[in-house]
């Protein structure tokens, strides 16, 4: 088959239900995000991918923090994948807990400059796309476009220096084609450490890749609401990413990730609710998981690095959180147990 064919047969599969949401209802980090209560803030996060290519991560959790961009063997690439998931959750605050939940993203990323030697390695421009699409019609408003609960855009540049830091900043804006927040505009910036050349000559793990991958990402608001307070607020986000490739040299390599992190808010980001409304919540959410990602072998076929990741997260709410989704969605544990699956093409 003639791989340019064979190719958009592929993406047209990936992103369908996308489209086919669009035309139902059609037409908001982001993971890349929304928001939640129906008039007021959109909630994202780009990518939660478990591993990416550029700003997202591999899609696993549209909320995960964008993980650092590998160096770029070519001018242009990227990747498209579609995720889907019991639940969207955005940084702790839980919008849609009911039906089919799909979340396609698309990214492209340019080498504008590359070097093996000196202080600075990489500088690579990046813009892509985030959905969520679902048969819930949450907080929908607009008739046409129902399906369509979130359209997020982004646009960035990460920079690679000292061969294992990786500095991004992106400005992302969400919005609802459905009608059910308004828009959000914001700014992510993202220092990650790529720490896997400390562990190269442990003869214990040798033949395997490891590293634990430390971030620290965060999310300020400059127009509109992500989180639940009631004015601008900046969300801050460590976490580390412990991950382990068995075979990697091998033809099937498998990686297991154990994604840890905490979402803090200052500034009003994240809203005590209940007796304090006016408050300030520090601490919004601890969670933790397991994902593991194998890959498929179609580069030969129709070109492309295919991958499939399934995993399960534990999510921890704090008082805001917990305040913010027994409101929103009735959901009233503190605690929450979510898996997800995804497909994932980088080119």
């Given amino acids: 088959m003639n791989k340019t ?18 035309e139902e209802a059609l037409v908001p980090s982001r993971d890349p995000v929304s928001v939640a209560a129906p ?31 590998a160096p770029a063997a070519k001018k242009v690439s990227g990747f498209f994948a579609t995720t889907v998931t019991q639940k969207y959750i955005s940084r702790g605050l839980i919008l849609n807990n009911k039906g089919f939940i799909i979340q396609p993203t698309a990214e492209l990323d340019y080498d504008l400059y590359s070097s093996k030697d000196g202080f600075l390695n990489n500088i690579v421009p990046l813009i892509g796309i985030w959905n969520d699409i679902t048969d819930n019609k949450h907080f929908a408003t607009t008739g046409n476009l129902q399906d369509w609960y979130e359209f997020d855009w982004y646009a960035g540049v990460s920079v690679t220096f000292l061969n294992s830091w990786t500095f991004s900043a992106q400005y992302i804006e969400f919005t609802s084609p459905s009608g059910a927040f308004g ?110 990602s194998v890959p498929i072998p179609l580069d030969k076929v129709i070109g492309g690095n295919w991958s499939v990741s399934g995993g399960v997260s534990y999510y921890h709410y704090e008082n805001g959180t917990h305040n913010f989704n027994v409101n929103n969605v009735g959901y009233t544990s503190r605690d929450d147990l979510i898996g997800a699956v995804s497909l994932l093409c980088k080119f």
Avoid: M
């Avoid at 696993?60 to 964008?66: F, G, K, R, T, V």
């Avoid at 994240?270 to 919004?284: F, I, K, R, S, V």
């Fill in 39 to 69: 008039s007021s803030f959109p909630d994202y996060t780009p990518g939660a991918v478990a591993s990416t290519t550029g700003g997202v991560t591999s899609p696993l959790y549209a909320e995960d923090a964008p993980p650092a961009p």
């Fill in 183 to 292: 828009t959000a505009k914001n700014i992510i910036p993202q220092l990650a450490f790529n720490d896997s050349a400390l562990w190269s000559n442990d003869a214990t793990l040798k033949d395997l890749s490891f590293g634990l991958n430390p971030y620290i990402a965060g999310l300020i608001e400059t127009d509109g609401k992500a989180g639940s307070g009631k004015r601008l607020g900046v969300y801050i986000e460590p976490g580390l990413t412990p991950s382990i490739t068995l075979g990697a040299s091998g033809p099937f390599p498998i990686t297991i990730s154990v994604p840890i992190k905490f979402g803090l808010g200052l500034s009003n980001f994240y809203g005590a609710g209940g007796a304090h409304p006016g408050h300030n919540e520090l601490l919004g959410y601890e969670t933790g998981g397991v994902q593991i």
């Fill in 5 to 22: 064919l064979a190719k958009a047969l592929i993406a047209g599969v990936v992103c369908l239900p996308a489209v086919a949401g669009a």
